[in-house]
């Protein structure tokens, strides 16, 4: 199987990088429009602010080549939010893969923003190991898909939210599979297998 990494400008392609040579998966990290495109497997990684990063994939049309892969893609964090129509972040139009806007959260009393921790996974018609259900994923994000007819995966935090989706050859997570300990190994494995 050939996987490849998107490279761009996300902050988490090395930790993307460990986990899967922990699991003893060959990959390669790369921008090159036709190795992508003749991927076996593609995770679009994300850690960043969406506007800088969408601007950074439109010059060098990695945007265009995203949206038109037919292979399973991955996206992790700021990649599963890119995915959508348009976030709220500085007003941005996103890929949309996804039909659905990437909100900001709004902190109360006792819930800060960026909602940072372990938080527990509920699954709805997943893609998903079913053995995740319950199980606690890692979480840094201000922003955040509302539940829509694409969740795959639901989390609580101030308000429910996608924690994962899914539509066609897309897939996507809200949290850090590659900080999320057996939980991120899971999910990993349930990509790998598509």
Request: charged share 20%.
């Amino acid at each position: 199987m050939k996987l490849i990494i998107i490279k761009y400008n996300a902050g988490n392609i090395q930790s993307v990088s460990f986990a899967l040579e922990r699991l003893g998966i060959d990959f390669h990290i790369t921008d090159n429009p036709e190795e992508i495109m003749n991927a076996d497997k593609v995770i679009f990684p994300g850690v960043g602010e969406a506007s800088t990063t969408m601007q950074y994939l439109r010059d060098r049309k990695l945007d265009q080549l995203i949206v038109n892969l037919k292979q399973p893609l991955l996206g992790v964090c700021l990649g599963m939010q890119l995915m959508c129509n348009y976030s709220e972040e500085n007003n941005t139009e996103c890929l949309g893969i996804f039909n659905e806007s990437v909100r900001l959260f709004h902190p109360t009393l006792d819930m800060k923003v960026p909602h940072m921790g372990w938080n527990n996974l509920t699954l709805s018609n997943s893609w998903l190991d079913p053995a995740l259900e319950n199980q606690y994923a890692y979480f840094v994000h201000s922003y955040y898909v509302p539940v829509n007819s694409l969740t795959s995966a639901i989390t609580e935090y101030i308000t429910p939210f996608s924690a994962a989706m899914h539509k066609d050859n897309f897939y996507a997570v809200q949290f850090h599979p590659e900080k999320s300990a057996n939980a991120g190994e899971l999910v990993l494995k349930s990509f790998l297998k598509l």
